[in-house]
């Protein structure tokens, strides 16, 4: 009987452990897409002088990661509006499949590793804001928790 107390509680730390490693590595992952979507956004605006323009969303006045889709920044990014079809213009982002919101519709959008679309915000003349909401789905003071491009204050 003891031996199989000793081996629930084994289990139940392996288990518990397993989970912080899992949410951890989406958070890197986030990190690592934030900033290469950042690099692209860099190098959009070397070729056009302007990066893409999105500010339907301002990160400061809107919480719903449901609605931060921005098919315009993936055309921009990817050269086309679908994730299946020939770019028609340069091509500064490869996305893997699961960072597309569908690799065989139109107008798709960029997801986080919880499957909640990318916030991003750009006038054209200023960097743009790009952001998770990191699995959140009401703001307030969970957007402490964000996965973003510029730095915490």
Request: proline share 7%; with cysteine.
């Amino acid at each position: 009987m003891g031996v199989m107390v000793v081996i629930g509680i084994l289990a139940g730390l392996t288990l518990g452990g397993a989970g912080a490693v899992r949410r951890q590595g989406a958070v890197n992952q986030a990190k690592a897409e934030i900033a290469a979507l950042q690099a692209a956004c860099e190098r959009y605006y070397a070729d056009n002088n302007a990066y893409p323009t999105n500010t339907s969303v301002n990160p400061a006045s809107s919480f719903n990661p449901t609605n931060y889709a921005c098919s315009s920044v993936f055309s921009a990014l990817f050269g086309t509006n679908q994730y299946s079809s020939k770019p028609s213009g340069r091509r500064y982002f490869e996305p893997k499949p699961s960072m597309v919101s569908s690799t065989n519709a139109q107008n798709p959008s960029f997801v986080d590793p919880w499957g909640y679309t990318y916030g991003y915000n750009s006038d054209g003349t200023n960097a743009p804001l790009i952001w998770s909401t990191a699995g959140q789905t009401t703001g307030g003071n969970s957007t402490n928790k964000w996965i973003t491009s510029w730095p915490k204050m």
